[in-house]
């Protein structure tokens, strides 16, 4: 099974040629996210803020795909500073419990779409059945 | 089953310590390729050529591996300079058709090997046979 | 089946909010790991020095997931000066046969974190049983 989530409720309208999300069987891989509106513009904001709000549109592609924050198994963080790294791990805490958080890596871009300050992206994995593969 | 693929017809012959892909089952993971020739030189252009000439490897290494282009699930593009998105994008829109496109991730990097202006990396992954898991 | 890997014998102990693995079923997803001692503090050294035990941290946390080396499918290799790619390269080559090298990525950032000059990530997965999926 294959499916491509090109659009959901309260997600950007992207003028970019990208699907936010596409679900192969029990995998299912999320485009990168920013702070947007609905039509697809920069909510300029603290990286906090702007962390927060593309973790919203993050979350909002992956249930749109049938999956779980829970199912979440990787996380790719690009900052314009990293010096932002202490207020938006404040923000991250509070997203994923303690002790079944996903893997991620962080790192500083020389430059992110829209002017962005933070960039989230992911991947998200289902179990499967017991007595399946 | 697990296959690499470190050559193929019209691929750069590496002097990297890479595979062009590594094949699990259903999955494909694939190198970031750049705009070099044969022998592993850059051929310099505008980011739409170079971003062009990048894919090309890319779908040569997703053939070699046994896979379609529209197995992929998710590509990452890195750009010396983000204001080349558009140009790029025009590239990008053709190579994929409408409503079944990757997710995707992009930024800009502080750097790219060999000096190139766009790397392109992605994830193919095939559905399991009906009946499967 | 579902695996968090938090803490593992030799592992820098992260103030980060983030599993060093995470593991479903047959794919495991490794967090970026850099040059640190147990405590989470840069050990600085050469590019070289630093991506070695940056490796031996992403072997660590493999190991407790379960996961063996030759398992490893794909390698991202971000760099603070990508002219320490050769450097590098040279360390990368003895951590992974020729013929069996995961596909990889590398590319130079504006910045990684706890200022190390090479951060590592990567992916592995194990084959299905043979007459599994």
């Not at 997600?11 to 699907?19: G, V």
């Not at 609905?38 to 992956?62: M, N």
């Not at 900052?79 to 002790?99: K, S």
Request: aromatic share 10%.
């Amino acid at each position: 099974m294959r499916r491509f989530i090109t659009a959901a409720e309260g997600l950007p309208q992207w003028t970019s040629p990208i699907s936010h999300a596409v679900v192969v069987d029990r995998h299912c891989y999320l485009s990168g996210q920013l702070s947007l509106d609905t039509q697809g513009r920069l909510l300029p904001g603290t990286a906090a803020e702007e962390a927060h709000r593309a973790f919203e549109h993050l979350f909002r592609a992956l249930a749109a795909a049938g999956f779980e924050r829970s199912d979440l198994v990787f996380i790719d963080i690009a900052f314009l500073d990293l010096a932002d790294l202490p207020q938006v791990n404040a923000v991250y805490e509070r997203l994923f419990p303690a002790g079944q958080r996903p893997a991620r890596t962080v790192y500083q871009a020389a430059g992110l779409p829209f002017g962005g300050k933070v960039k989230v992206q992911g991947v998200a994995v289902r179990e499967a059945e017991a007595g399946g593969a």
